[in-house]
């Protein structure tokens, strides 16, 4: 297979792909090999997600220009990259430990991009300056880099990555770096300028958390190929393979949250251990669930729901069921529990979630 393509321009008057990122990236290093084919429309946040050595840093560094294509292309906006050095590719790259210049301050840091470009001095840093305001960084615009908190170098290596106005944002690990407490707010700040950006956005991670939050659609990478891909729901409610199933495990909604409730929308209401108030995640892992075929009577549980069966699929020896109802979920239980219950597409069942097994954070 070789399709490092490399389209005359004279034979080629109009882009053969859309808008967005079309790649197919083929990287021998032997023994590793890594053949994945990924795209995503302008606005669109796609996640890199699987376990070490899969390939997604790999995956990533193609993309940025830093590893040589043995094969395959890269289009963006239709235009081929491929044989693009990474300096003059319209990309933005923000590392898990950051890469800022610790001599500069925040500003010129973010000014460091457009003035590569050519703006003049006086024009990037004005650039630059809105861009950390955008942030919320103003006043931290003449701070040097070791005295930034983890979650501020993080927004100004966003903001240095965004004010090149890249086509394809790349964000390596982007929360990996930052202790639980800083990561809730980051990963929700994040959020937002993610929501903001009209590019592609390609980021790599190894957390279920981040990828189901972040991202619009998924790539599960194992041994350099893709093993599935869909949109974060897709995936946790109907994983492949047991890495995904045990990985992607997580049902999240979205709602808003009112003390120790979060009122779903559209959806019930559930109750989590967290007070927050305002726009809200609520998340909880299938092994959280504990399904009756009766509804119970003396449970603790403070979240009760009436369901129907979907579907069931087996991962090794547990069972996941596809519920729908009032709340779709996923719920997972051994084969023996499923035999116990009878479980069989279409019986209904109602499950219970205890609020300490729930997870809500701000959205
Ligand atoms: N500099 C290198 N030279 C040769 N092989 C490498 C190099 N870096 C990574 N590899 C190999 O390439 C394969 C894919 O690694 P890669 O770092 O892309 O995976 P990853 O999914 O990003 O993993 P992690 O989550 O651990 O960062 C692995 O087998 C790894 O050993």
């Given at each position: 297979m070789t399709d490092v393509d490399d389209p005359k321009p004279a034979t080629t008057p109009n882009p053969p792909h859309p808008p967005g990122l079309n790649a197919h990236l083929v990287v021998d290093r032997p023994p590793f090999?890594?053949?994945?084919?990924?795209?995503?429309?302008?606005?669109e946040v796609l996640a890199l997600l699987g376990p070490n050595?899969?390939?997604?840093?790999t995956a990533l560094r193609a993309l940025a220009g830093l590893l040589p294509l043995t094969t395959g292309h890269l289009h963006l906006d239709g235009t081929p990259l491929h044989h693009t050095p990474p300096e003059s590719r319209p990309v933005g790259v923000v590392f898990q430990d950051y890469l800022l210049f610790p001599h500069l301050t925040a500003l010129d840091n973010v000014a460091f991009g457009p003035r590569c470009q050519g703006a003049t001095k006086s024009q990037s840093r004005t650039q630059a300056a809105a861009w950390l305001d955008r942030m919320g960084l103003k006043d931290h615009a003449t701070t040097k880099p070791r005295h930034l908190s983890g979650g501020q170098a993080q927004r100004v290596a966003l903001a240095r990555a965004l004010a090149t106005n890249p086509r394809l944002l790349l964000l390596d690990e982007p929360l990996a770096a930052l202790d639980a407490r800083t990561r809730l707010e980051v990963r929700a700040q994040l959020r937002h300028h993610l929501a903001d950006f009209e590019a592609v956005a390609?980021?790599?991670?190894?957390?279920?958390?981040?990828?189901?939050?972040?991202?619009?659609?998924?790539?599960?990478?194992?041994?350099?190929?893709?093993?599935?891909?869909?949109?974060?729901?897709?995936?946790?409610?109907?994983?492949?393979t047991d890495y995904i199933a045990q990985l992607v495990g997580l049902n999240l909604y979205r709602g808003h949250?009112?003390?120790?409730?979060?009122?779903?929308?559209?959806g019930p209401a559930i109750t989590t251990t967290e007070n927050l108030t305002g726009p809200a995640f609520v998340?909880?892992?299938?092994?959280?669930?504990?399904?009756?075929?009766?509804?119970?009577?003396?449970?603790?549980?403070?979240?009760l729901w009436h369901c129907e069966v979907a579907g069931l699929e087996t991962h090794g020896d547990?069972?996941?069921?596809?519920?729908?109802?009032?709340?779709?979920?996923?719920?997972?239980?051994?084969?023996?529990?499923?035999?116990?219950?009878?479980?069989?597409?279409?019986?209904?069942?109602?499950?219970?979630?205890?609020a300490t097994q729930t997870h809500a954070y701000p959205a």
């Open positions: 090999h890594l053949d994945i084919t990924v795209t995503a429309a302008p606005g050595g899969a390939g997604k840093s390609v980021l790599v991670t190894h957390d279920p958390l981040d990828a189901m939050v972040l991202a619009d659609h998924l790539v599960v990478i194992e041994h350099g190929q893709i093993v599935q891909e869909g949109t974060p729901a897709d995936i946790a409610r109907h994983p492949r949250a009112d003390g120790h409730t979060v009122h779903l929308d559209p998340a909880f892992p299938p092994s959280a669930v504990t399904l009756h075929r009766n509804r119970p009577t003396g449970s603790s549980a403070r979240n547990q069972i996941r069921a596809d519920l729908t109802g009032e709340l779709p979920l996923a719920a997972d239980l051994t084969t023996v529990a499923a035999a116990e219950l009878d479980l069989h597409p279409g019986a209904s069942v109602w499950a219970t979630v205890k």
